[in-house]
């Protein structure tokens, strides 16, 4: 009945300090999945595990303290990365 509302489909977020965590493959495999969703219209997929992590794949605790939640800083990447889908729409 909205046929103009912006659905974001959010990718599950990395955990564990290295890539070589076992949830990292599961995680990777089922963002896989779920960007397949994104190919529907009026739905966008957004991965956004690359700004969660840095070049060699690992989680810094300055955006994931605990490896898992992400801090202050990684809610603001969260929340810039979903606001400039909603800006290019």
Known sequence: ??????????GVF??????SEPFRA????????????????GITFLDITSKLTNPDGTISREIMGDF????????KIWGDAVMEVIRAK
Request: aromatic residues 4%; hydrophobic residues 30%.
């Open 26 to 41: 599961k995680i990777t495999e089922l963002n896989k999945l779920l960007a397949k969703f994104g190919e529907t219209k």
């Open 68 to 75: 898992l939640h992400p801090t202050e800083a990684g809610y």
């Open 1 to 10: 009945k909205t046929p103009e509302t912006k659905i974001i489909l959010m």
């Open 14 to 19: 990395p955990r564990g300090e290295k890539p």
